[in-house]
């Protein structure tokens, strides 16, 4: 028997461990003391991790990762890592202040900061939900605001055509591959079909396919949905609710804030 041990978390079975050092409860008025004090922290409120999600529109490219074969290569060419952008720089600005709005709730009247996000006192959870949700549908209008479906399928389309040139550039002219001047959306919908169908990864791409550029670069813009309802029904805001293990708190007193900011340090 193996055991996978996370160091920040306590075992729940330290009988069955190999390890002898594995803190842990030895008796019932541990476990009664350490609910208690569990309770007292869920009184002033709540650690929370925040999950913004599906609101990054760039993504960054590493030609190496694909070992492109050497005759296909120019003499001395050197592949750098690039930046694709879904969005122009204006949208994308735009965007951005939405995620820095919505760390702006947190400050010292309602919560404090954690390694590993916010303890949020219990007298906001209610603000926090509808601020939420109100961000959530500021980026909504937003977007429909400035984008419509074509649109949106437009800067898809470009953003592929941008990531064509960094190939162009280091590919040798004796290589198979075809970069399109052009690319037609239905195109770029039917590889991205084949590719989700298949479950493709960057090793079921054929380097001889003279369609190889594009079908890498739909491979790597997969996280960007097709057309503008899908981009934004995937942005979302996630609060993942986090707590202690009951070891860390037998041996504490939990009466204020303060000794909820002492107990954080000490883990």
């Known amino acids: 028997m193996s055991e996978l041990l996370d160091p920040k978390q306590l075992s729940l079975f330290p009988e069955l461990s190999p390890k002898t050092d594995i803190r842990h409860m030895t008796n019932p008025s541990q476990f009664d003391s350490a609910l208690d004090n569990l309770k ?10 925040l999950d913004f999600t599906g609101l ?14 050497g005759p296909y290569l120019e003499q001395h060419s050197s592949s750098t890592p690039f930046s694709l952008h879904l969005f122009p720089e204006d949208i994308r600005n735009e965007l951005q202040k939405f995620h820095e709005e919505l760390i702006s709730f947190f400050t010292e009247k309602n919560s404090f900061h954690t390694s590993s996000g ?25 977007l429909y605001s400035k984008l419509n479906h074509e649109s949106y399928q ?38 991205r079909r084949k ?10 791409l054929n380097f001889f396919d003279q369609n190889f550029p594009l ?5 790597k813009t997969k996280q960007f949905p097709l057309n503008l309802s899908g981009f934004i029904s995937q942005v979302q805001i996630h609060t993942i609710f986090k707590s202690i293990h009951l070891g860390y708190l037998a041996d504490k007193t939990i009466d204020s804030i303060s000794d909820i900011k002492n107990l954080v340090q000490g883990l």
């Open 40 to 49: 007292k922290i869920n009184e002033f409120g709540a650690f929370i991790h």
């Open 118 to 142: 916010y303890f949020l006192y219990r007298s906001h959870f209610s603000l926090w939900k509808h601020f939420t949700e109100q961000i959530k549908k500021s980026i909504d209008e937003f």
């Open 154 to 191: 437009k800067f898809y389309i470009n953003c592929l055509q941008e990531g064509l040139e960094p190939i162009r550039s280091i590919v040798d002219n004796s290589s198979p591959w075809d970069f399109p001047i052009k690319i037609e959306f239905q195109n770029i919908e039917s590889v």
């Open 56 to 69: 990054n529109s760039t993504i960054i490219l590493d030609l190496s990762d694909i070992k492109i074969p």
């Open 195 to 204: 590719q989700d169908k298949e479950n493709y990864t960057i090793e079921h």
């Open 215 to 219: 079908k890498y670069l739909v491979l």
